[in-house]
């Protein structure tokens, strides 16, 4: 097979979709297939690399560092270059042309859904109303679109459930995985202070500013806490000014991966509050370094917490800081203990082999034009022979 996996509002310092990119894409190598990356970029370049040739294509900025690919039909350009078996798409918004396209070309597409809509549109648009009527609508576009819908969570299943009944667009839970060897376990620090980490993107759909203010919280309660951050974002200020005087530490983005694996491990608790996330990757990174995570009590990161490898509380600063104290308060080894085990369940073996499957089903099911043309010129040659 060639799955061609197609990106937008991922970059060089994109953090979990990236990830999940890359580790699928090694996934896919090593079991024998081919890949193909479509992403935007500053440039028009072709790259070959052990994963897969990856295709750069320009494209301009929209906002917090994001490039997003605007002209759909340059990605059929490259996707009839190709000839890929099946599609894998992580965008709702600019790739739903390249859906119909392949639709008509006979390729199977999977739609990765990344976010909910119906939670993160009236955070931008600030109307609940009109935001839930036009992300039902758009939904039910998708759904139409797509051969398949992934999701990562039940969090992220409840958005299109109702729908899959109704329109019978089939969707697949498949959740993601960690590389287990990458971030090895540790028993933390050895000093009195209560160290916290926040790993992930400084931009409000993320509520890294839930994160920082738990600190806060805490230092105003008395507690001997050092919180630190790696990221960067849009409202990095904003949320350093929500720290000012607390021992909040900002160390913007860090491509060392090395670096912040250290950091998780050397973290007594990490914070990873969002209550609108769909999974969860930097949950799954703090755990498999043995460091517990408190979170919010909704959404598809509280799905990996269990009660032995962390909690969940309300998305307010003071409920997590209680949270986040009563996590502190537990036995430090079988706490640790616990969350490495807990990661250990979400190896990132077992996504891929779920993923070759819906791939390998989606093949199955349909037929590619170039595929049926290619037999139908056999078939002519071979009368052609007998007949000669």
Known sequence: ???????????????????????????????GHDRLLVAPGPYDAVTSTDLGDVVQLRAPRVGGGYRLILEPWRVTDVLTRYRPTSLEVSDKFTMLPVSRWARRQGIGTV?????????????????????????????RMLVRSFDQVLVTSDYARHEFEPLAATVGCPIAQVPLGVD??????????RDDTLRLVHVGRLSREKSPDLAVATAVELHRRGFDVRMD????????????????????FFHGHVADRHRIGRALREADVALSVCPRET????VLEALASGTPVVTADRGGARELIDPMCGAWAPAHPAALADAVIDVAERPVVATRRAARERAEQFPWARTIEEMLELHESLARETTPTYLVARSRQRQAARRTRRYA
């Open 111 to 139: 739609l990765f859904s990344h976010e909910r809509l119906d939670e993160y549109m009236p955070t931008y648009t600030g109307m609940d109303t009109t935001s839930k009527v036009s992300t039902a609508l758009l939904n």
């Open 180 to 189: 287990l060897d990458f971030f090895p376990p540790s028993l933390g620090h």
């Open 279 to 282: 999974f969860g990757l930097a």
């Open 1 to 31: 097979m060639l799955i061609a996996q197609l990106a937008n509002f991922v970059g060089p310092t994109s953090g979990g979709m990236k990830t999940a990119l890359e580790a699928l894409a090694r996934g896919y190598v090593e079991a």
């Open 229 to 248: 951050v790696y990221g960067d974002g849009p409202h990095r200020a904003e949320i350093e000014a929500l720290a000012t005087g607390a021992p909040v």
